[in-house]
């Protein structure tokens, strides 16, 4: 079985007729689709459709479970999925609107040794519907509707790694940009991966304008390795000329996330060796405060080093900012609020 919410317009007609049901049916069901309503609100569907419905898909992809606020205004979304699995997201207030960051994985398997959402491991891939829930979720949430939404951003930075989830992601990006439903723009949408070089590659071709973020955390590969096990199957070259072939393949700038490790990568020479492996392509670079994680033993810089990080990488000619920290205390790292209520300190 499958979510409605994993269907196109077209698909979903093409399921509606062979149900015996009218095609202008499917138009109204989707409607309720992108309103974040269940099989059971659709209130001007039939019952008999409506129990149709019911007997070839599952109902809510997902249900929120719990809200923490952040005295920024931060919300950090706990979401319960169809099979009792727990996953997070995290809504941000801007000047020009809402984005939510969504997660692609239950838990992750790239063990990245500053995250905690690898800490259990992979236990399942979502659905391109179980994606877009979350979307249409906190869109209903925020009293938004698919005309007039409250979101206007999507960043996929929550748990997981989207491009080991390609093509649920895709199909993901296609609803979630589709002018039939919510139609988030491909240019606010951010795809952030640890560096598959393949799946970067395939990204490229898909017509996609999205942004592509990639998790570069060090300078060279002896760094890289320490910090993610990935490292170990692509070299930081191998990554960087894969993020050169997708910008010249789609005209987009490529964001490179650097999270600053006291004693690790943040020293004059490491943005040296930066600035040598990053100059001359359209690229940015978003250094980030490490947010500690308890189960781990690295520590984060100070704000001023991160400026002075920062600065250093603007001298050497180029592009870098030191991200905002949002969230800090509500457990901003992705997986510890679902770690703490598999645990049973839901606090």
């Not at 659709?42 to 129990?51: F, K």
């Not at 099979?83 to 809402?98: A, F, P, S, T």
């Not at 905690?116 to 391109?128: E, K, M, Y």
């Not at 500690?292 to 990488?313: M, P, Q």
Request: proline fraction near 3%; charge should be neutral; include cysteine.
């Amino acid at each position: 079985m499958q979510f409605l919410q994993d269907l196109s317009l077209d698909e979903l007609q093409q399921i509606i007729v062979e149900l015996g049901e009218a095609k202008y049916r499917a138009r109204q069901v989707y409607d309720h689709i992108y309103l974040g309503k269940t099989i059971d609100e659709m209130s001007n569907i039939p019952q008999a459709l409506r129990d149709k419905l019911h007997e070839q898909f599952w109902d809510e992809p997902i249900t929120i479970h719990t809200v923490v606020e952040s005295a920024d205004g931060t919300k950090k979304f706990l979401y319960k999925l169809h099979d009792d699995n727990l996953i997070e997201g995290v809504l941000m207030r801007y000047k020009y609107g809402y984005t939510l960051c969504v997660s692609c994985q239950v838990g992750c398997a790239m063990g990245c040794k500053f995250c905690a959402s690898t800490l259990n491991g992979l236990i399942r891939n979502l659905s391109a519907g179980e994606i877009l829930g979350q979307v249409l979720t906190v869109n209903r949430y925020l009293h938004g509707t698919s005309r007039d939404r409250a979101i206007t951003n999507v960043v996929m930075m929550g748990s997981g790694e989207p491009l080991a989830n390609y093509d649920n992601v895709v199909k993901f990006l296609r609803l979630v940009t589709s002018p039939d439903g919510i139609n988030v723009s491909p240019r606010n949408i951010s795809v952030s991966t640890c560096g598959i070089v393949e799946n970067i590659d395939k990204l490229a071709q898909e017509g996609l304008p999205i942004t592509l973020t990639i998790s570069l955390h060090a300078p060279n590969d002896k760094i890289r390795r320490q910090l993610m096990p990935i490292a170990n199957k692509y070299t930081v070259h191998q990554v960087v000329d894969s993020a050169k072939r997708y910008v010249k393949v789609t005209g987009r700038r490529v964001v490179f996330e650097y999270a600053l490790t006291h004693g690790v990568n943040d020293t004059a020479e490491c943005a040296e060796q930066l600035a040598s492996l990053l100059r001359g392509f359209q690229c940015h670079i978003n250094l980030i405060p490490l947010n500690e994680v308890r189960e781990r033993n690295l520590k984060t810089v100070t704000h001023k080093s991160a400026v002075d990080f920062c600065k250093k990488l603007s001298s050497l000619g180029l592009s870098a900012t030191v991200r905002r920290t949002m969230g800090e205390d509500i457990e901003g790292a992705c997986g510890q609020l679902r770690n703490k209520v598999i645990k049973g300190i839901n606090e």
